[in-house]
């Protein structure tokens, strides 16, 4: 397979990282990050990267072309800014993300956003990260989020390993997402394959999200999902069918393109040229 041949790559893998080399725990230089995006487009596995994530207070640097998707720093507040400076110098979104701030009113939170968005008459994907277990308040939130046609974005990692969700409750984020025929993205801790115990703590594996995806949309039960994501045994996710997950799980974004990519090969779900 030659570079000219990254069309070759499997459907299901396609745009499945983000590149977040931006952001912790990589904090890569933002030049720096974008030319290894821009030479990374040579190369057998370009398909396996979608867009470059970079924050609202960095979108002026990133060139024209490069699919940018926003992390709205300050809300709701940044997204006219975005659209305006998106206009102005020809840049290609494709997508914002945005936390909700208000924890005494998610759903109204929700609302402001989607307020925003259309005020500024942008049609593009909105991720909107609705932070905290799975309470009525979330869920309320989830709700107000399918209503707006948005996306959620569900947060699987974080530098204090205390705080990194348990495999119950990111079952309950995907059981919820799929009820609502919403689909999600990921952010944070996800760069590896399989569950695993770096020092201090368990970390999720974006294959086990993918098969408690397709578990939750074949009609599994949460305590099964739950099972899925709290599997170490890579050969045997490997080997579950993935014919729906893709629709629903979109992309995870990632400080490092080339451990998704090391694990997919090993698990010989990818073969390298």
């Not at 977040?20 to 057998?44: C, E, I, K, N």
């Amino acid at each position: 397979m030659t570079p000219t041949d990254a069309s070759l790559l499997p459907d299901r893998w396609h745009s499945l990282v983000d590149d977040a080399a931006v952001f912790p725990p990589g904090d890569a230089d933002l030049s720096d990050a974008l030319t290894a995006y821009a030479a990374r487009s040579s190369q057998w596995y370009a398909d396996l990267v979608g867009s470059f994530v970079v924050r609202d207070t960095e979108l002026g640097a990133v060139p024209p072309g490069v699919p940018a998707s926003v992390v709205l720093t300050s809300g709701a507040g940044a997204i006219a800014g975005v659209a305006s400076l998106a206009a102005r110098k020809d840049l290609t979104l494709a997508g914002l993300e945005v936390a909700v701030r208000d924890a005494d009113d998610p759903v109204g939170n929700v609302r402001r956003i989607d307020a925003a968005v259309r005020a500024a008459d942008l049609d593009v994907q909105v991720f909107v990260e609705v932070p905290g277990p799975a309470t009525a308040s979330w869920l309320a939130a989830a709700d107000e989020v399918a209503a707006c046609e948005f996306h959620l974005k569900l947060r699987l990692g974080h530098v204090d390993h205390d705080l990194i969700p348990d495999a119950g409750t990111v079952a309950t984020w995907i059981d919820a997402a799929l009820d609502r025929e919403t689909r999600f993205k990921a952010t944070a801790g996800l760069h590896r394959a399989v569950r695993h115990d770096p020092e201090g703590g368990g970390a999720h594996g974006f294959l086990n999200v993918l098969v408690a995806t397709q578990t939750l949309w074949d009609g599994g039960s949460g305590a099964d999902a739950t099972e899925v994501l709290e599997q170490r045994d890579g050969a045997r996710l490997a080997a579950t069918p993935l014919p729906s997950a893709r629709r629903w799980f979109t992309s995870f974004g990632s400080c490092s393109v080339t451990e998704p990519l090391d694990d997919l090969i090993a698990l010989d779900l990818l073969e390298k040229p």
